[in-house]
């Protein structure tokens, strides 16, 4: 089946740095991907959808200048969460649409600290 | 607007007997629904889907759910549970199977299957 990889798995930052996050679809092209996050015994929630070459479509209530997502490629879409706080310590899972057919394949996640 | 329900936080059994994780939805639209299972620090692995035909859908590692259209439910089954069945479970859903509507998830079930 299709690969999606995340990098880096885990990452421990200070506040106030940021974090890039790189999400990659490994033996497919795929024209839109999504960007979840996770808190502890909860479920995915959606932050962005992402399109190759043009601007994220953020959810509401996701700050789009503090989550920085870039598609600049079929296989490669990366997420940057600027100027970290411990709030934004969560699990954060890509996911990557074969675009044939639709479906989803998600990544491995990235477990994101902020201390 | 699209939604899933997962009633269920926590489902106990007894390995080697039959297992269900319910799922109900809700759509405005034909729904194209899906099962994950996450380990744990893990991204979310398929384990069915149904797109439309058969209404009972055969998956990954003997598991098996069933479009009900009536009851709006897609109930995830296994006939005969092991330990390594042993997750946290997602029911989604999806209006269209392709373009950029994304995958809508429940809050997730956690089944532990015991020795």
């Known amino acids: 089946g299709a690969v999606v990889s995340q990098h880096p798995s885990w990452v421990i930052c200070k506040s106030g740095t940021s974090v890039k996050i790189e999400c990659r679809s490994l033996d497919f092209q795929a024209t839109t991907m999504f960007w979840y996050r996770q808190f502890p015994k909860q479920s995915l929630m959606l932050m962005a959808t992402?399109?190759?070459?043009?601007?994220?479509?953020?959810e509401q209530g996701v700050e789009k200048d503090k989550f920085l997502i870039n598609h600049a490629s079929l296989t490669l879409s990366t997420l940057t969460v600027t100027s970290a706080h411990p709030e934004d310590s969560s699990f954060y899972i890509c996911?990557?649409?074969?675009?044939?057919?639709?479906?989803?394949?998600f990544g491995p996640g990235t477990r994101l600290t902020v201390l | 607007a699209q939604s899933v329900a997962q009633p269920e936080d926590q489902v106990n059994v007894a390995e080697g007997n039959p297992l269900t994780v319910k799922c109900t939805y809700s759509v405005s639209g034909n729904p194209y629904l899906f099962w994950y299972v996450q380990y744990p620090n893990r991204g979310l692995q398929f384990l069915l889907k149904?797109?439309?035909?058969?209404?009972l859908v055969k998956g990954s590692y003997g598991f098996e759910a069933e479009f009900n259209k009536s009851q709006t439910s897609f109930h995830l089954k296994k006939p005969s549970a092991l330990v390594s069945d042993s997750a946290l479970y997602f029911c989604a859903v999806r209006v269209r199977i392709s373009g950029n509507t994304p995958l809508v998830f429940g809050k997730g079930t956690r089944l532990s299957v015991i020795a």
């Open positions: 992402s399109n190759e070459g043009s601007k994220a479509t953020y």
């Open positions: 996911s990557a649409r074969l675009g044939l057919t639709g479906e989803q394949f």
């Open positions: 149904y797109i439309t035909g058969d209404n």
